[in-house]
């Protein structure tokens, strides 16, 4: 069982329309099955018209922006950096068989020349 976390790992802001605005925040989603550990980044912009209504830099929390992030990309987007991320982890715990190139059972090997 995979369990997934969301980071900030940095926040950008302008001084429009209030101070400190943020307007793009990058972020990563890091899953844990066991011992194996796979993560993705990424980066979501924001702008005024996504929300009515604003919070003071200084009183944002982790869970709030990564409410933002989560609300941007939808329940479709989330889901889809939880499967990349579960594939990731897939891909270690179950690596894909790689098929061998195997001398046809038919082949006879050629005759050497008679000097």
């Known amino acids: 069982m995979t369990t997934f976390t969301w980071k900030v790992t940095a926040m950008f802001t302008v001084q429009q329309p209030d101070p400190n605005y943020v307007v793009n925040v990058s972020w990563a989603l ?6 194996v550990t796979e993560s993705v980044g990424g980066s ?3 702008d005024s018209n996504q929300s009515s209504t604003f919070i003071p830099y200084d009183q ?5 922006v990564i409410g933002w992030i989560q609300a ?11 499967n990349i991320v579960q594939g990731q982890i897939d891909y270690v715990l179950n690596p894909p068989v790689t098929p ?7 082949y006879v090997p050629p ?3 008679a000097a």
Request: hydrophobic share 35%; aromatic share 8%; no cysteine.
């Open 72 to 82: 941007s990309l939808g329940a479709e987007g989330v889901a889809q950096y939880q």
């Open 30 to 35: 890091t899953g844990v099955d066991g011992s």
């Open 60 to 64: 944002l929390t982790e869970a709030i």
């Open 100 to 106: 061998q190139n195997t001398q046809l059972p038919w």
């Open 111 to 113: 005759t050497p020349p």
């Open 44 to 46: 979501t912009m924001f």
